[in-house]
């Protein structure tokens, strides 16, 4: 088996009510499992609704244990860890790995500054879990049993993976919060700054930053990624937030050859009924046109893989 079930898919900050009740008001967790293995990406408020589950279905065959991977530190990916209900049953066991900028503090720290009487009724050293932190950078990592997990840094406004989970011939791939790269210089001939050598090796910067990223997801069996904006809002003033336009992650991953391409990180003030219009229209422009299959991702969506 090799599924993945969306607890979480929105951005910014948890939105419920009336206008979100189809594609859901958390923010994003995501749950991997690769046979018995139990592998979270992400602990925004979504992970509240995994906890409680695996608790009442999972904790009477044995101690719950898992991989936690982060992928960056902004609040709406961390800010659901002190209502993970697991962290507070003896036995529990949790490996959570993430990005941090090394001039911060340990990953332990940030985390668990969530669970301090400043914010939380609880401290982080009452938890009855035991729990494992490692930072993390671009790398390799072979988690046993089978599973290979990659990551890559994307581009946001602070150290950000995208993760590239392997298990049984199938490749599932996050890329987001991420934007794509652009050239940083002046390009246009009248600015006082540009300079023509400058601008072109900008732009081959560029282009091979997000080369890369694209390489980074080739041939993906379920791409999730990215698109809190539309290109004309993207145009409109949300370029450098760090996420990108419906219309830049499905030609990126139509490029690279993914399968199914999974559109995520919602922005918070997009209602049920826009996500349904954006869903019609981005799946009518693409018909007969690529064999790859685009939804709108939905909070308890579950995708088989394997
Ligand atoms: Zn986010
Ligand atoms: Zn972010």
């Known amino acids: 088996m090799f599924s993945v079930r969306i607890w979480g898919d929105r951005g910014s900050m948890p939105v419920p009510g009336p206008d979100t009740v189809v594609f859901g008001g958390n923010t994003s967790c995501l749950e991997i499992r690769c046979g018995s ?9 979504g992970i509240r609704g995994l906890g409680d589950w695996l608790v009442r279905n999972e904790l009477k065959n044995g101690p719950i244990s898992a991989d936690i991977f982060i992928t960056h530190t902004h609040w709406d990916h961390i800010m659901g860890f002190p209502m993970f209900t697991p962290i507070y049953v003896p036995g529990t066991k949790l490996c959570i790995r993430g990005p941090v900028n090394f ?10 500054a969530q669970l301090s009487y400043r914010y939380w009724p609880v401290r982080q050293d009452e938890l009855a879990a035991k729990i494992r932190y490692e930072s993390l950078k671009e790398t390799e990592l072979d988690l046993g049993d089978g599973v290979i997990m990659r990551t890559k840094y994307l581009n946001h406004p602070v150290l950000c993976l995208g993760y590239r989970v392997e298990y049984e011939g199938k490749a599932f791939v996050t890329a987001y919060d991420h934007e794509p790269f652009i050239n940083l210089f002046p390009t246009d001939p009248a600015d006082p700054d540009y300079d023509a050598a400058v601008a072109e090796e900008g732009d081959k910067a560029a282009h091979e930053e997000n080369a890369r990223i694209e390489a980074f997801y080739k041939d993906a069996d379920l791409l999730i990624h990215d698109t809190q904006y539309t290109a004309k809002e993207y145009k409109a003033g949300k370029q450098g937030w760090g996420h990108s336009s419906y219309e830049y992650a499905i030609n990126a991953a139509n490029r690279a050859g993914v399968k199914r391409l999974l559109l995520f990180h919602h922005d918070p003030n997009r209602t049920d009924t826009e996500l349904q219009e954006l869903e019609l229209f981005y799946q009518g422009k693409l018909r007969g046109k690529t064999a790859m299959s685009v939804d709108v991702s939905r909070e308890g ?4 893989l394997a």
Do not use: C, K, Y
């Open 301 to 304: 969506m579950l995708l088989n």
């Open 37 to 45: 293995r139990i592998i979270i990406i992400d602990a925004g408020s």
């Open 103 to 112: 001039e911060d503090e340990t990953l332990e720290q940030i985390i668990g």
